[in-house]
């Protein structure tokens, strides 16, 4: 991917009224946080742990790597003025268990460390755990995914890291929405999804600091062709 790539997906996002972007689950490449600088389109910065893809909860070395990980990103992405908020994880509650694993509390106490560590390196941004509420009580952001429309009433700054069914939804799920017509095409069925999707962000607005679509550039970019040519100023 390319610079061109990321100023297509935030003309995208901005075309349909998207201010804020979490770049979910992995460490983009600095080129996104320079061109969301220049257009203005605010970003959810987040790290490469996420829970459902890591099972070494009680290996030292993997423990010492997740701290040096988070520290780097801040200082490499501290000084764009895009980054609205830190992300120390996605959906650590979704950790693969074992019997030799630590609870699930022990481990969030340990993201609520490296959160603390990405806080001291930059004082001017607060950090989320994104999906996992807010640690049991250890961080100023509470961070919810995929909740209802109504207000949780937990007290502190709400975020919605992820919403909308159209990731996981089948026919049944959103024919609320349509009717019979959701099993009838694929397109019907996102048709049903955009119509949940809608609803849903009129009650968060109520409530939550912001929510984000899951995920708008998977399903909403055309896959470029196999051929397409960059000029060298895009690469």
Known sequence: L??????????????????????????????????ADEMGMLIVDETALWGSAINFWYNDDFLRRASDH?????????????VVLWSVANEIYARKADDN???????????????????????TREVSSDGDNDLNGRLNICSYHYPGAGDPKRGKITTIGESGSMYYSTPPEVAHAI???????????????????????EGYRKWAAYSTPFNIVWYGLEPLPIDVKFEYEDL
């Open 70 to 82: 988070a520290r780097r990103l801040v200082l490499r992405d501290r000084n764009h003025p895009s």
């Open 179 to 201: 009717g019979d017509r959701a099993y009838r095409t694929s397109n019907d069925r996102m048709e049903a999804v955009a119509i949940e999707t809608a609803d849903l962000i």
């Open 2 to 35: 390319t610079p061109a790539y990321a100023r297509a997906w935030y003309e995208m996002a901005k075309s349909c009224n998207i201010n804020i972007i979490r770049l979910h689950a992995q460490v983009y490449p600095e080129y996104y946080l320079d061109v």
């Open 101 to 123: 694993a630590p609870s699930l509390d022990w481990i969030f106490a340990r993201y609520a460390e490296w959160a603390q560590e990405m806080k001291d390196l930059d004082p």
